[in-house]
């Protein structure tokens, strides 16, 4: 069952004086990614399909996954009316695909998938908490403080899931360690870059990844404060079983701030000569990709 339902939003209480045109376009992007994650529930359901427990568990997720893409969609066509998500998101659909028919976890263990888990909801749960804050529009401040409370809770989800796991396949704090950071490098694939591309590109503008991830995280890596990623780094710590408030988490989390802040301006920066010197358009993009799930 879910935790809220769209129509409990006070959509009512939009206020077009709070709408930043740079969060309309990283809620854009988001809406497609979310709206995705039926397809996350397949691929899930795939790797763990003798665990009728946890199968069960990844269709209520994927329910909720798809309307947090459903209510950043409403918002971002109260914001931009002219935006149609329907048709942006039938764009994104048709060039990017989830691979899903996996007998094993492209994590190599269940317990490796899981912990990729984890981190999909450490990165959701911080962005959607860092956005509630940065915006003053009070249904985006509403709408993302809902997200950030699923994504929370669906944290705890893998991470119980993940602790039966590790019981049996006891796969070593390294390993896990090497998951979770190469599933928090992998946010800058093409998932949210192309997701970008259709939300907010003509259609007649090819899609090029290093513009499109740049326009992307160079605003979204602007609203994170830091204490978003010292609750962040906590969770990645414990999920990957190591202590979540100790002086090392304190010492990850200041070198992640660190590397961040430092990102964001590259991307920024990039974004801001990509702006200055277009890229052709007449190019469309046809080819079907995919990225490890
Ligand atoms: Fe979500
Ligand atoms: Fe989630």
Same mark, same amino acid.
């Given at each position: &069952?879910?935790?809220?339902?769209?129509?409990?939003?006070?959509?009512?209480?939009?206020?077009?004086?709070?709408?930043?045109? +740079?969060?309309?376009?990283?809620?854009?992007?988001? $809406? &497609?990614?979310?709206?995705?994650?039926?397809?996350?529930?397949?691929?899930?359901?795939?790797?763990? %399909?003798?665990?009728?427990? @946890?199968?069960? *568990?990844? +269709?209520?997720?994927?329910?909720?996954?798809?309307?947090?893409? +459903? =209510?950043?969609?409403?918002?971002? &066509?109260?914001?931009?009316?002219?935006?149609?998500? *329907?048709?942006?998101? =039938?764009?994104?659909?048709?060039?990017?695909?989830?691979?899903?028919?996996?007998?094993? !976890?492209?994590?190599?263990?269940?317990?490796?998938?899981?912990?990729? %888990?984890?981190?999909?909801?450490?990165?959701?749960? !911080?962005?959607?908490?860092?956005?509630?804050? =940065?915006?003053?529009?009070?249904?985006?401040?509403?709408?993302?403080?809902?997200?950030?409370?699923?994504?929370?809770?669906?944290?705890?989800?893998?991470?119980?899931?993940?602790?039966?796991?590790?019981?049996?396949?006891?796969?070593?704090?390294?390993? /896990?360690? /090497?998951? $979770?950071?190469? /599933?928090?490098?992998?946010?800058? +694939?093409?998932?949210?870059?192309?997701?970008?591309?259709?939300?907010?590109?003509?259609?007649?503008?090819?899609?090029?990844?290093?513009?499109?991830? *740049?326009?992307?995280?160079?605003?979204?890596?602007?609203?994170?404060? @830091?204490?978003?990623?010292?609750?962040? &780094?906590?969770?990645? @710590?414990?999920?990957?079983?190591?202590?979540?408030?100790?002086?090392?988490?304190?010492?990850?989390? /200041?070198?992640?701030?660190? #590397?961040?802040?430092?990102?964001?301006?590259?991307?920024?920066?990039?974004? %801001?000569?990509?702006?200055?010197?277009?890229?052709?358009?007449?190019? %469309?993009?046809?080819? #079907?990709?995919?990225?490890?799930?």
């Amino acid at each position: &069952m879910k935790h809220w339902r769209i129509e409990d939003v006070d959509w009512d209480s939009f206020d077009p004086a709070g709408v930043d045109p +740079d969060a309309v376009a990283i809620v854009k992007a988001a $809406a &497609m990614v979310e709206r995705n994650g039926t397809d996350y529930a397949i691929y899930l359901k795939n790797v763990f %399909r003798d665990d009728p427990d @946890f199968c069960q *568990a990844a +269709d209520t997720w994927a329910v909720e996954e798809v309307q947090h893409g +459903d =209510a950043l969609g409403r918002w971002a &066509m109260l914001a931009d009316p002219g935006w149609d998500f *329907a048709a942006a998101f =039938a764009r994104y659909r048709a060039g990017y695909q989830v691979p899903l028919e996996a007998d094993a !976890s492209v994590r190599g263990s269940r317990t490796g998938e899981l912990i990729a %888990r984890c981190m999909v909801e450490t990165g959701t749960s !911080s962005y959607y908490t860092a956005l509630a804050e =940065a915006t003053s529009e009070p249904v985006l401040r509403q709408v993302c403080r809902l997200i950030a409370a699923d994504e929370y809770r669906h944290f705890k989800l893998f991470y119980d899931h993940m602790r039966r796991y590790l019981g049996r396949e006891r796969i070593g704090v390294l390993t /896990r360690l /090497r998951i $979770a950071a190469g /599933r928090v490098t992998e946010s800058e +694939d093409d998932e949210l870059a192309y997701a970008f591309h259709c939300g907010n590109e003509p259609p007649d503008l090819a899609y090029q990844h290093s513009r499109c991830i *740049a326009a992307y995280m160079g605003r979204a890596m602007g609203v994170y404060r @830091f204490r978003h990623i010292e609750r962040g &780094m906590g969770m990645t @710590f414990k999920a990957v079983g190591l202590t979540p408030r100790g002086r090392l988490s304190g010492v990850a989390a /200041r070198l992640a701030w660190w #590397l961040l802040q430092r990102r964001q301006r590259r991307f920024a920066s990039r974004q %801001r000569s990509c702006l200055a010197s277009p890229a052709p358009t007449g190019i %469309r993009h046809h080819g #079907l990709f995919s990225r490890p799930t």
